[in-house]
Structure formats: C-alpha cells, structure tokens
C-alpha cells in the first residue's frame, strides 16, 4: 500500500537474500502482523487454525524467498503467496461429515414431549422480574413480538427494549444459575464441544 | 510451536550464500535435459541427408525457426509464471506468431499443391515415427523444466505446467526438424503442431500435481 513500507521491505529481503540473518529477522517480523491481518480476514470460516496458516505462510515465504525478483515491489509478491496459502489451506480443511439422522434412529434417544412444568416454571421466574421486564419478556420472549411493535406498545424506543430484553434475560439466568455460575452460556447456544462437559455441568 | 519462535529458527536457517535463481536453475536443468534428448536423436535418428542444402529453402527452414520461435517465449512465459504476483510476460503474446504462421503456411501449400498429392504430403510417409519421437525427445527437457520450476513458486500449476510442455515439445520439434524429410507445411503444420499440444497437455497435468508448493 505504502511505498515507504514496500521500499523497508525490498530492503530488507534484499539484504536477506544476501545472506543477512538481522535484516531476515526484521523483514519476517514485520510482515507477519500484515499477514496475520489478512488471515483474519480470509480465514474466518477455519477458526482455530489461523495462526497454523499463518505459520504455514511464513514457511512458504521462507522456501520461496527467491522468487522475488529484485526491482518487483513486495507486497504483490507477499500477498500473492498468502493468497495461494489461504486458499490451499481451505481446500486442505476436513471435509465436512453428514450423519443422516434416520441411521440413528436406534442409538439416539427419543426426546419425548419435553418438561412439562418448564412452561410453569418460566411463568413463576417472570412474575419475580420487575412488571415492565416482565412485559417486554413475555412478548419478545415468549411471544415473540418484534422490539418495534412492543416498543411501540410500551413507548419506549426499539433500541431501549432490546436493551431492557437482554437485562432482564441476564437476570433470569443468574436467578437459575445461582450466584456461582453467572458465567454459563446461554441456554439454546450451540456446545462446539462436549468433551469438558462434566467439567462445567451444575451439581 | 509459536510464531516467534518459527521466525527464529527461520532465521537461523538462511543460509549464507544467495539462492540460485529460478531462471539460472532452468536453463541448467534445461540444457541437461537437452542433452539427454540429443543423445536420443543421435542414437534413434540422426540429420537427414543434405541438411545444410535443404534448410536453404525457407519453407524448409521454418519447419525448424518456427518451433524455436515458440519455444522461447513459451519458456519465458513459464518462467514468470514461476514468481508469485509478477505480471505476466508480455513474450506470451509472441506465441501466438508461430502458430499462425504455420497455418498459413499449411494452407497455403494445400493450395498450391495438386488435389492427388495433397493426401500423400499430408499423411507423409514418417507420421508414424514423428508424433513419438517428438515426445520423447520432449520428455527429458521437460522433466528438467520441471524439477527446476518446483523450486518456483507458481500461483497456476496447470498452466504453468502446460507452458513448460509447450516449451520443452516445440524445442523437441525444433530438434527433430532435422532428421525429418516431410518438407510439405502441410505436413509439419499439423502433425508437428499435434505433438507440441500433447506435450503442452502432459506437461499440464504433470504441473497441477507437481507444481503445487
């Protein structure tokens, strides 16, 4: 983008490639947050593995370094190679498994009609939140009304009843969990993992 | 292992002297290669009779320039597509001259030929021999070509690969131009054409699975 960096780059390969272990140091430091930066970016479908790619491009840029012709600029150089890595490692990334659900059917457990009272119990932990809470949590919540239209309902802007929701739902929970496990995850997020699941399970 | 940490041992790693470059690697690996396939025209097939006479005749002689006149910028295109991020060649529009020269030529001679030679010059009497022996003579250059562009770093295997088939096919025609006695454009024109393409097309699939880094 810049020339003052790319002209500190070419510089600094230049020397590398002459055999400059510092100046080598110095230009893979420097890159490095640039190509981190567009990891980010690239990779977001691949979580977990971007500093792997990152590592993985700094390798390609290690065993490639001649490839840069003195007198190119940089950093088309550079993102070309990030780009190639990026893509390569998306073509690399475990395939995805589909499991029908229907060769299952006779290992997993039928779920049944669900807990009955779990209805009630809401019901209960509701009337103990403040009337206006209250309200706002029956019809965003339970309802599912719109913020818009309860806003409108209850005068107050759409912002406010999001915000008003998400409290009065935080509440609701520290109600449920007790005072010790405030930090649970909200009921209904996808577990990516199971494995630590005793580890964080309620007594 | 962390980041940091790879830098480091990196580092450590460069060594002192400075990389041969790609284009230096080439030419080696190439002139090997070449050597090998001379070897293989020395054993196998040897110069026509009256060379030196018969390239006398242009039409003769582009039977060996026009080869070469694509296998140079082909190499040259191949070579840059070897560095990430460098613009294309502008030698890649050059390979275009060969090919159509050639069909020129080719259907020029249909024209001025007899209707009852044409099938005879066509057909020739060595198309059995020409086709293979292009590609063999091809394949050595081209496994040189090869070897030296793994060290490169293309963004295009395949066609990078296929660049190189070109380049190593047409100096492989160019080569045996010299043993073969089908002087009739339209006889060079087509089957010379058809084993420089094949050698593009092996060199193409070679270079997707090789050429990946």
Redesign the interface.
């Known amino acids: 983008m810049s020339d003052d960096r790319d002209s500190r780059w070419a510089d600094l390969l230049r020397r ?6 510092v100046a ?2 110095l230009f ?2 420097d890159i ?1 947050p640039v190509i981190r930066g567009i990891v980010d970016r690239r990779a977001r479908a691949l979580p977990h593995e971007g ?1 792997d790619i ?2 993985t491009i ?3 840029v ?8 003195d007198g ?1 600029p940089v950093a ?6 990030v ?2 890595k990026c893509v ?1 490692a998306w073509r690399r990334r475990p395939p995805h498994v589909d499991t029908p659900v229907e060769d299952l059917a006779d290992v997993l457990v039928d779920p049944g009609p669900g807990d009955v009272t779990a209805a009630r119990d809401l019901d209960r932990l509701i009337e103990g939140l403040d009337p206006r809470s209250a309200t706002i949590l029956r019809a965003v919540g339970v309802e599912g009304a719109s913020a818009r239209v309860t806003g409108q309902r209850l005068n107050m802007s759409e912002g406010a009843v999001r915000v008003a929701f998400h409290r009065a739902l935080a509440r609701l929970r520290r109600t449920v969990a007790g005072p010790q496990n405030t930090d649970e995850d909200p009921p209904g997020r996808r577990h990516d993992s199971t494995a630590d699941d005793g580890g964080t399970r309620r007594e | 292992m962390k980041t940091d940490d790879l830098i480091d041992s990196l580092t450590a790693d460069l060594p002192a002297a400075p990389p041969r470059s790609i284009e230096m690697r080439a030419v080696q690996w190439l002139t090997l290669g070449a050597g090998l396939a001379v070897l293989i025209f020395g054993l196998f097939l040897g110069f026509r009779p009256a060379l030196a006479a018969a390239l006398g005749d242009p039409v003769v002689a582009a039977k060996t320039v026009l080869p070469l006149a694509l296998a140079i910028p082909a190499l040259i295109s191949c070579l840059r597509l070897a560095h990430p991020g460098a613009d294309p060649s502008r030698a890649r529009y050059a390979m275009w001259l060969p090919p159509v020269i050639a069909a020129t030529l080719g259907i020029g001679a249909y024209l001025v030929t007899r209707p009852a030679l044409r099938w005879d010059l066509f057909i020739g009497s060595s198309i059995d021999i020409c086709g293979r022996a292009i590609v063999a003579l091809a394949l050595p250059m081209l496994v040189g070509l090869l070897i030296a562009l793994r060290r490169g770093a293309p963004m295009h295997p395949t066609r990078c690969g296929a660049l190189a088939g070109l380049a190593a096919g047409a100096f492989a025609a160019a080569l045996y131009s010299l043993f073969c006695t089908e002087d009739s454009p339209m006889f060079y024109a087509v089957w010379y054409s058809l084993a420089i393409g094949s050698v593009g097309a092996i060199g193409a699939l070679l270079g997707r699975k090789q050429l990946r880094w």
Do not use: C
Request: no cysteine; glycine share 6%.
């Open positions: 590398a490639n002459k055999g400059d272990p080598y140091g893979l430091r490095t500093e990152v590592q700094l390798l390609a290690h065993s490639k370094r001649a490839t840069w012709r190119d088309p150089w550079l993102f070309a190679i780009r190639y390569d």
